[in-house]
């Protein structure tokens, strides 16, 4: 295979995975390790992708890239669902709580499936987004509060320091909350500063934290840690972590769901 067809194919699998792992790449291609480095320094070279440990991401995916709401309802909407689908369950048959939901598409999707959840009964939703606050105020079965603040128009989220403080005042059963990056060494992680000090307050308001993030997420460290891996009780995905994320996950004594 010539260097442009294997160039081609590490930019498809990129495009496809949006993380390459050298070792997979060097099994799929059938050449060695160092001929698959020397790709990716090609292509990091190009600017078609950033080299980290172990592979490679796009180059877009920096430690304070963040893509528009928009743009990040329409991926990994299948995963997305999935996942909103089974962190459910961590609310148990005959649930009356205050459930917190955190700002973002996966989070959005599991809105989405909350009423239908519970039929008749009453559920307490406390969220800070705009376009989750949106789907849920005409719904049947829940009683529903808003947190005002800043919004920030990449994420539709509340922000700022009323917003924490509000975050604060509360102690709700369960918090779904959302990252857009989780690593072994790193913990959980969002690129903007005021976002991560409204995931942290939730973080530190809610009994039992539960993390829903697809695998696109893994081994992504954004500039702004919210969360320690063992403040997390729950992480709920649609693929299992690899050998290292996951036996962080275990020291922490963090539940791993695979939807």
Known sequence: MYATE??????????????????DLAERL??????????????????????????AV???RGSLAETDLRERVGRHGVAKRRIAQRALDALP?????????????TTAALADLLPARFGGAR?????????????????????L?????????????????????????????????????????????TPDPDEADVKGAIVRAARRVVVLADASKFGEE???RFARLDQLDVLVTDRAPDAAL?????????EVWVA
């Open 145 to 189: 509060s808003a947190i005002g603040g800043r919004v920030r128009g990449v994420t539709g989220a509340a922000v700022g320091a009323r917003t924490v403080e509000a975050i604060s005042s509360l102690r709700p059963e369960i918090a779904f909350v959302g990252v857009n990056g989780l690593s072994a060494a790193f913990g959980a992680s």
């Open 6 to 23: 294997r160039r081609e194919l590490i930019e498809q699998a990129l495009l496809a995975d949006a993380r390459v792992a050298v070792a």
């Open 30 to 55: 059938g050449v060695t390790t160092e001929t698959v480095r020397r790709d990716l320094a090609v292509l990091e070279e190009a600017g078609v992708l950033r080299r980290v440990h172990g592979g």
């Open 246 to 254: 996951a036996a962080a996950l275990e020291d922490a004594g963090t």
């Open 123 to 143: 559920v307490e939703v406390v969220t800070h987004s705009v376009a989750i606050a949106a789907a849920l105020s005409a719904s049947e079965g829940v009683a």
């Open 58 to 60: 796009p180059a877009d």
């Open 93 to 105: 048959s005959g649930f009356t709580g205050s459930v917190l939901i955190d700002a973002g598409t």
């Open 222 to 224: 954004s500039l702004q």
